[in-house]
């Protein structure tokens, strides 16, 4: 998903409704001006434009996700790989566009908001869709943290690796396991997850955009490089030759290669969030398919570069992670800030999807447990160097804690990044960026049923079903295949 912010749903609006004037209660007319610096729902008012939504989409959208292309390139070869990425480009950009219209419910300049995917989800298809997107969507949610695990560890590994192979000159192989690296992520993670809120610190998405941009060129940059040192654009045009893997394989590899192109463009989560941040008039909805098709043009020239050019310097043997594959030696010291940036961006980044877990177990259980001491007490902590102490609930630092052994106890268990990925694509594409939009906007728009409309949508629907499904189970395929050959918590690179 693009994904850093694909988890900046559920942003608690702290300030709910608090009208600043409650204009039933007063016969005189409020002045004017109180109008000017709020909106329609009574909320600060929004000031964004065309291009602070593209800014936020393309940093939502250039993730992690680049990391996989090159590989997935390899898997479909020239003429497919492309053709691929520009057509999840175009569904995307579609069902982009069929959300827009859901940011209010019923008219789409008066009508009431919807603040996050799940609000529009709730308000137009009600209760029992709405339970289902919950579930899918923490699943997703899950699985990212472990999908990060995994590749954040690999990064540091790479760093380690990459210096004892300079040292040595290339004669050691440098072979290490990549467990004490996660723990180490894992340990990380467990401290942040003790602060509040902590997705809602300003300057972490900043941090997160500037870092993906820095590997993501460093990446491209490399690719380049090496296709100037090698002279020739490698790879084929059906991409990886059967003989190299068997046809199984390849068939599987090929489904795989899709799960991975959908992850890099699923983020259809956070469009609603985003458009909640833009001034209105014009009408949001008209803003926001401005800002999706810049955007969603930007990030789809940039992944063709950067798979392309991977595939472009290694051919068929494009490594599944990019930076981490050792395709590259050196500039030892630029892949060293590359893998760098990647484990900084990764560490805000779980964050960023694991608080909303956070956020939805502590209020279902406070909903369940209303007056559970175990619950609510807090003890406080003195932490040299800051003026108030820590408030620490028991309950919090057990649970969050639990959480995070847990993704990294799996991500031990099966450390296969480009399977993971593949997986998670998989499972968020088909139902969050293609059936509860297109559900949400027959709804919304009262589209006959069997019209010609309908039937398309249906159709669209349909077909990216069976690439999800398709890309899931070529991805549990490459687990089960990759998990022959190894053996629980003893991976070394």
């Given at each position: 998903?693009?994904?850093?912010?694909?988890?900046?749903?559920?942003?608690?609006?702290?300030?709910?409704?608090?009208?600043?004037?409650?204009?039933?209660?007063?016969?005189?007319?409020?002045?004017?001006?109180?109008?000017?610096?709020?909106?329609?729902?009574?909320?600060?008012?929004?000031?964004?434009?065309?291009?602070?939504?593209?800014?936020?989409?393309?940093?939502?959208?250039?993730?992690?996700?680049?990391?996989?292309?090159?590989?997935?390139?390899?898997?479909?070869?020239?003429?497919?790989?492309?053709?691929?990425?520009?057509?999840?480009?175009?569904?995307?950009?579609?069902s982009s566009t069929l959300l827009s219209d859901c940011y209010r419910t019923g008219d789409a300049v008066s009508g009431k908001r919807n603040y996050t995917y799940m609000d529009a989800v709730r308000s137009i298809l009600g209760g029992f869709k709405f339970?289902?997107?919950?579930?899918?969507?923490?699943?997703?949610?899950?699985?990212?943290?472990?999908?990060?695990?995994?590749?954040?560890?690999?990064?540091?590994?790479?760093?380690?690796?990459?210096?004892?192979?300079?040292?040595?000159?290339?004669?050691?192989?440098?072979?290490?396991?990549?467990?004490?690296y996660m723990i180490a992520f894992g340990v990380a993670e467990i401290l942040l997850s003790q602060v509040p809120d902590f997705d809602q610190i300003w300057w972490i998405s900043i941090v997160a955009a500037v870092m993906s941009f820095t590997y993501s060129?460093?990446?491209?940059?490399?690719?380049?490089?090496?296709?100037?040192?090698?002279?020739?654009?490698?790879?084929?045009?059906?991409?990886?030759?059967?003989?190299?893997?068997?046809?199984?394989?390849?068939?599987?590899?090929?489904?795989?290669?899709?799960?991975?192109i959908a992850f890099a463009y699923s983020y259809s989560v956070v469009l609603i969030e985003i458009q909640d941040t833009v001034r209105s008039p014009p009408a949001e909805s008209k803003t926001m398919k401005k800002a999706t098709k810049i955007s969603i043009?930007?990030?789809?020239?940039?992944?063709?570069?950067?798979?392309?050019?991977?595939?472009?310097?290694?051919?068929?043997?494009?490594?599944?992670?990019?930076?981490?594959?050792?395709?590259?030696?050196?500039?030892?010291?630029?892949?060293?800030?590359?893998?760098?940036?990647?484990?900084?961006?990764?560490?805000?980044?779980?964050?960023?999807?694991?608080?909303?877990?956070?956020?939805?177990?502590?209020?279902?259980?406070?909903?369940?447990?209303?007056?559970?001491?175990?619950?609510?007490?807090?003890?406080?902590?003195?932490?040299?160097?800051?003026?108030?102490?820590?408030?620490?609930?028991?309950?919090?630092?057990?649970?969050?804690?639990?959480?995070?052994?847990?993704?990294?106890?799996?991500?031990?268990?099966?450390?296969?990044?480009?399977?993971?990925?593949?997986?998670?694509?998989?499972?968020?594409?088909?139902?969050?960026?293609?059936?509860?939009?297109?559900?949400?906007?027959?709804?919304?728009?009262?589209?006959?049923?069997?019209?010609?409309?309908?039937?398309?949508?249906?159709?669209?629907?349909?077909?990216?079903?069976?690439?999800?499904?398709?890309?899931?189970?070529?991805?549990?395929?490459?687990?089960?295949?990759?998990?022959?050959?190894?053996?629980?918590?003893?991976?070394?690179?």
């Amino acid at each position: 998903m693009g994904e850093t912010a694909a988890a900046n749903n559920h942003r608690h609006h702290h300030h709910h409704g608090h009208q600043v004037f409650d204009v039933a209660s007063h016969d005189v007319v409020p002045p004017q001006p109180a109008f000017k610096c709020f909106d329609d729902d009574g909320r600060l008012k929004r000031t964004g434009t065309v291009w602070t939504a593209s800014a936020h989409i393309i940093t939502a959208v250039i993730g992690s996700g680049v990391l996989s292309l090159a590989w997935a390139i390899a898997q479909l070869g020239w003429i497919a790989g492309p053709a691929v990425m520009l057509l999840f480009s175009f569904v995307t950009l579609y069902s982009s566009t069929l959300l827009s219209d859901c940011y209010r419910t019923g008219d789409a300049v008066s009508g009431k908001r919807n603040y996050t995917y799940m609000d529009a989800v709730r308000s137009i298809l009600g209760g029992f869709k709405f339970k289902i997107c919950g579930l899918i969507q923490y699943l997703n949610l899950f699985g990212i943290a472990i999908g990060y695990t995994i590749a954040a560890s690999i990064s540091m590994m790479a760093i380690k690796r990459s210096n004892c192979f300079h040292k040595s000159g290339g004669k050691d192989p440098c072979h290490m396991s990549s467990n004490p690296y996660m723990i180490a992520f894992g340990v990380a993670e467990i401290l942040l997850s003790q602060v509040p809120d902590f997705d809602q610190i300003w300057w972490i998405s900043i941090v997160a955009a500037v870092m993906s941009f820095t590997y993501s060129a460093i990446g491209l940059a490399l690719g380049i490089v090496q296709v100037a040192a090698n002279g020739v654009f490698k790879g084929s045009l059906t991409g990886i030759s059967i003989g190299t893997v068997t046809q199984t394989q390849k068939i599987w590899r090929t489904f795989q290669a899709l799960g991975d192109i959908a992850f890099a463009y699923s983020y259809s989560v956070v469009l609603i969030e985003i458009q909640d941040t833009v001034r209105s008039p014009p009408a949001e909805s008209k803003t926001m398919k401005k800002a999706t098709k810049i955007s969603i043009a930007v990030t789809t020239i940039f992944y063709m570069l950067c798979g392309s050019m991977g595939y472009a310097a290694f051919g068929d043997a494009a490594p599944g992670n990019l930076l981490t594959g050792f395709g590259f030696y050196n500039p030892f010291w630029l892949l060293d800030i590359a893998n760098a940036a990647i484990v900084v961006h990764l560490i805000g980044a779980y964050q960023v999807f694991a608080q909303p877990i956070f956020a939805f177990i502590e209020k279902s259980v406070a909903e369940r447990y209303p007056d559970n001491d175990f619950l609510s007490k807090e003890f406080e902590i003195k932490i040299p160097g800051f003026k108030s102490p820590y408030k620490a609930n028991v309950f919090r630092v057990v649970y969050r804690s639990g959480f995070v052994v847990t993704t990294t106890v799996i991500s031990m268990l099966m450390p296969f990044f480009n399977d993971v990925v593949g997986i998670l694509g998989a499972l968020g594409f088909w139902p969050l960026t293609v059936y509860f939009p297109v559900e949400m906007y027959i709804k919304q728009r009262k589209v006959e049923k069997w019209s010609t409309r309908w039937v398309c949508l249906q159709m669209l629907s349909v077909a990216c079903l069976v690439i999800s499904v398709v890309a899931g189970v070529g991805s549990i395929a490459g687990v089960m295949l990759d998990l022959k050959v190894y053996k629980p918590f003893k991976s070394t690179y």
